[in-house]
């Protein structure tokens, strides 16, 4: 309330600052996150990244019921898309995340939220 309104012909909503924050700097740094958490949970369930070049044309086949992983493991059709909707979901969850963290971080960027509060 001890700020002045904005002066609308010249203080604009959106502006080049704004979008250079917001697109290039915040939604690289959350496509990065989103990446990593993918590539994550593959590796995690045996498809390190090595393995993942070149892989689309047979996990993608449903007649292919014995793809293997990096540690020879086979994976039918089913546990594939399984799997691959469970990357989906992390990634997902990884922006989500991070959304909720810049929001925090953009709040708090002049008070606490001690004395601003979560409104």
Known sequence: MKRPPRDSKVDRL???RLM?????????IQTLAGFLTWTAVMAQNGFCLD???NIRTHWDNKAVE???DSYGQEWSFHDRKTLER???AAFFFAIVVL???DLLISKTRTN???T????
């Open 86 to 88: 469970s990357c989906h």
């Open 14 to 16: 959106v502006n080049f």
């Open 51 to 53: 393995r993942l070049f």
């Open 112 to 114: 606490s939220l001690v």
């Open 66 to 68: 014995n793809l293997e």
């Open 116 to 119: 601003q509060g979560f409104r």
């Open 20 to 28: 250079r924050f917001s697109y290039l700097q915040i939604g690289m």
């Open 99 to 101: 959304q909720w963290a």
